[in-house]
T-cell receptor
Framework: KQEVTQIPAALSVPEGENLVLNCSFTDSAIYNLQWFRQDPGKGLTSLLLIQSSQREQTSGRLNASLDKSSGRSTLYIAASQPGDSATYLCAVPPGGSQGNLIFGKGTKLSVKP | GAGVSQSPSNKVTEKGKDVELRCDPISGHTALYWYRQSLGQGLEFLIYFQGNSAPDKSGLPSDRFSAERTGGSVSTLTIQRTQQEDSAVYLC?????????????FGQGTRLTVV
């Protein structure tokens, strides 16, 4: 059974810092991994999708890496801004299938001005 | 439409009443997902539709919950005889399934309050 863990559960940093959010999953036979952002009271916004054949994806100040063999992904945020404050979630399908997405509990990020 | 649309955005209902929540996925997306998120909690999977295949209903918490997807497009999640513990935000997502999968896009959710 696929399980997703995100560390840390919460993170507070001063504006301008670079930071790394971690995601681990138990079944490495995944087709892809997706990172989302959720603002309070809102739905989820897709940030990055990494296919199983890829090692990383970049979008602006965000860079996500994927190490399938070790069951890990990281989301790197460069030069953090107060507007980056949100909960960040990673999700993977069950191993070996393209079924429902299984989510971690998220990392709540607070960037202080 | 351009994104996943859910309606209503907010719903307050009395305990014991039935409710229907609607999800209009992105046009052409073959996969549709329902999740719920209780206050301060993570996302709980409810049901997953993929094309014409039988839906994965393994996440439905009780037989009071059901969902259908008509014509491979719009989906309705129905909760019968609502209970206070059903209060949550119900989120719908859709994606286009190709080999390797594609991004899932979420709607803004329906906030259900059972009083």
């Amino acid at each position: 059974k696929q399980e997703v863990t995100q560390i840390p559960a919460a993170l507070s940093v001063p504006e301008g810092e670079n930071l790394v959010l971690n995601c681990s999953f138990t079944d490495s036979a995944i087709y892809n991994l997706q990172w989302f952002r959720q603002d309070p009271g809102k739905g989820l916004t897709s940030l990055l999708l990494i296919q199983s054949s890829q090692r990383e994806q970049t979008s602006g100040r965000l860079n996500a890496s994927l190490d399938k063999s070790s069951g890990r992904s990281t989301l790197y945020i460069a030069a953090s801004q107060p507007g980056d404050s949100a909960t960040y979630l990673c999700a993977v399908p069950p191993g070996g299938s393209q079924g429902n997405l299984i989510f971690g509990k998220g990392t709540k990020l607070s960037v202080k001005p | 439409g351009a994104g996943v649309s859910q309606s209503p955005s907010n719903k307050v209902t009395e305990k014991g009443k039935d409710v229907e929540l609607r999800c209009d996925p992105i046009s052409g997306h073959t996969a549709l997902y329902w999740y719920r998120q209780s206050l301060g909690q993570g996302l709980e999977f409810l049901i997953y539709f993929q094309g014409n295949s039988a839906p994965d209903k393994s996440g439905l918490p009780s037989d009071r919950f059901s969902a259908e997807r008509t014509g491979g497009s719009v989906s309705t999640l129905t909760i019968q005889r609502t209970q206070q513990e059903d209060s949550a935000v119900y989120l719908c997502a859709s994606s286009s399934l190709i080999v390797g999968g594609t991004e899932a896009f979420f709607g803004q959710g329906t906030r259900l309050t059972v009083v």
